[in-house]
């Protein structure tokens, strides 16, 4: 049985930082891209950042560019989102998930993504 499962999430001050992470168990994704999503209240599910199989390419939303990086670690089959430079309009729950369709390439097309994780709350506080 495929689990997501993410961490680290929490509460934190504008301009602070969180290291999320989501591990895998069930299969290895090693040759998957992996991805962060998130959705604040009353919004849709937005994406946030992608990472291919290797890690050599990542791309990200506009909104956390400079300020949010993703890396994976195969080994241990688990993907962190580095986030600093906090602001309140980061506030949401925090998703990651494993793009099935893309052959290990990073993408930002939700409907790629087939295996999802419970989700992670981070409150940014002004």
């Known amino acids: 049985q495929v689990q997501l499962v993410e961490s680290g999430g929490g509460l934190v001050q504008a301009g602070g930082s969180l290291r999320l992470a989501c591990a895998a168990s069930?299969?290895?994704?090693?040759?998957?891209?992996m991805g962060w999503f998130r959705q604040a209240p009353g919004k849709e599910r937005e994406f946030v950042a992608a990472?291919?199989?290797?890690?050599?390419?990542?791309i990200y939303a506009d909104s956390v560019k400079g300020r949010f990086t993703i890396s994976r670690d195969n080994a241990k089959n688990t993907v962190y989102l580095q986030m600093n430079s906090l602001k309140p309009e980061d506030t949401a729950v925090y998703y990651c998930?494993?793009?099935?369709?893309?052959?290990?390439?990073?993408?930002?097309?939700?409907?790629?993504?087939?295996?999802w994780g419970q989700g992670t709350q981070v409150t940014v506080s002004s």
């Open positions: 069930g299969r290895t994704f090693s040759s998957r891209a």
């Open positions: 990472i291919s199989w290797s890690g050599g390419n990542r």
């Open positions: 998930a494993v793009n099935e369709v893309s052959g290990g390439i990073a993408t930002m097309w939700e409907y790629e993504y087939d295996y």
